[in-house]
């Protein structure tokens, strides 16, 4: 599958352009963003987990960063309320859900294959500094993650 794949041109979605489709694991449903490839995909989604539901124990072999958008996260490391931004590094794994339910915009493939930087964030909590947006100042922005290859952030 080829969705917004094609990095050097601009994409654009709206909520109500991109239905919710169900997972592989029951209560799980994703909305596409971006995606190449299958099941196995670089992609960004938004994903939705119905209370009680949870996916299966997996290895993120290209990496996963996730910020926890409603609703409570949980996985064998924790506990992830909303604001959360979690960076699971290539290699990772775990068993991830949710008991309440929860929302996620996630990115999966995204990594320098040698990053091996776990990251917990707290964006209610974490400061914030002011930027310029294109020349007219005014904006402020968040670091999540910044290392060599990329910068992280929440801007606003």
């Not at 949710?98 to 964006?123: N, Y």
């Not at 922005?141 to 910068?151: I, M, S, T, V, W």
Request: with cysteine; proline share 7%; glycine share 10%.
């Amino acid at each position: 599958m080829e969705l917004n794949a094609d990095f050097d041109k601009r994409a654009t979605s709206h909520p109500a352009d991109a239905e919710y489709v169900p997972s592989p694991m029951a209560g799980v449903d994703r909305r596409m963003l971006d995606r190449l490839g299958d099941e196995v995909a670089r992609a960004t989604t938004i994903v939705r987990y119905a209370p009680g539901s949870d996916f299966s124990p997996h290895v993120h072999t290209g990496g996963e960063e996730f910020l926890v958008m409603s609703g409570v996260f949980e996985d064998e490391h924790g506990a992830f309320p909303a604001g959360s931004y979690i960076r699971n590094p290539p290699e990772s794994s775990h068993k991830p859900g949710s008991k309440p339910g929860c929302e996620i915009f996630v990115k999966l493939w995204q990594f320098d294959m040698a990053d091996r930087t776990h990251v917990r964030v707290d964006t209610n909590k974490a400061p914030w500094f002011d930027i310029d947006t294109n020349g007219g100042g005014g904006g402020q922005a968040q670091g999540l993650f910044a290392d060599a290859h990329e910068d992280v952030r929440m801007e606003r």
